[in-house]
């Protein structure tokens, strides 16, 4: 298995055409080793979003190629995108989409029901990845019964229920306050220790300073990047 877990080769992304074309990536070029706790840095209009969500299956590029594990992605069906988002990837936002009519454990059980996952299998592995993120005794809570902290560690586990072999944080901490900041956090910080692969997008310096790499984008290229210890926890 290669220790190249995500490639971006030459990928431009371009919208409009004309006098109007906006290239939100120009020529990106960019890799995530297995075990890699990266952050990606810019300013707004720099291109880190749009390259997160190429990265993550939800968008295509105009050119270049993308490789996830190896494989091409860009030119799958949306079908088989879809079963690589659910079994290759996790995703942490800043709003945490967590379906509100349903309890904590539901909604990390929800990846595992799209990937055929027995009924009690789901439930033991849910209970586990709230486990893993402080909430085991909040099971039975729906979104609305949980603070947001509480409710990004929820979307945590979500992502991390299927083993995935990315993480993609956008901007996870953005509608925390610094202590739930700082909590959330230590939660990357110790998946990170267990070998979770992790790319995070975000404009808060502190934030970044957790990783082990921090690029810095701008006009849809990586200008910077900076190699650095992990801060502690």
């Not at 371009?14 to 075990?35: C, F, K, P, T």
């Not at 990265?55 to 995108?81: F, H, K, M, T």
Request: hydrophobic fraction near 40%; charge should be negative; glycine fraction near 10%.
């Amino acid at each position: 298995m290669s220790d190249c877990v995500a490639e971006l080769i030459n990928v431009c992304k371009v919208y409009g055409a004309g006098d109007s074309e906006v290239r939100a990536l120009d020529g990106l070029n960019l890799s995530v080793q297995r075990g890699d706790y990266l952050a990606v840095m810019g300013a707004s209009g720099s291109g880190k979003s749009t390259a997160m969500n190429i990265i993550g299956c939800l968008d295509r590029p105009s050119s270049g190629s993308y490789r996830l594990n190896g494989l091409a992605v860009e030119g799958l069906s949306d079908d088989a995108l879809a079963d690589i988002r659910n079994q290759e990837l996790g995703f942490v936002f800043q709003q945490f989409h967590l379906l509100p009519e349903l309890t904590a454990l539901e909604n990390v059980m929800l990846p595992m029901v799209y990937a055929g996952v027995p009924l009690e299998q789901r439930r033991q592995k849910a209970t586990s990845a709230l486990d893993r993120v402080g909430l085991g005794h909040r099971l039975g809570n729906r979104p609305n019964q949980l603070s947001g902290g509480q409710q990004q560690r929820v979307a945590v586990a979500r992502a991390i229920i299927n083993q995935p072999a990315l993480l993609l944080a956008d901007e996870p901490t953005g509608a925390l306050d610094s202590r739930t900041t700082a909590e959330v956090l230590a939660i990357f910080d110790d998946l990170h220790a267990q070998g979770i692969t992790i790319l995070l997008v975000t404009h808060e310096h502190e934030v970044g300073a957790r990783a082990q790499r921090v690029v810095q984008f701008r006009d849809g290229r990586v200008v910077e990047e900076e190699p650095h210890a992990l801060a502690p926890a």
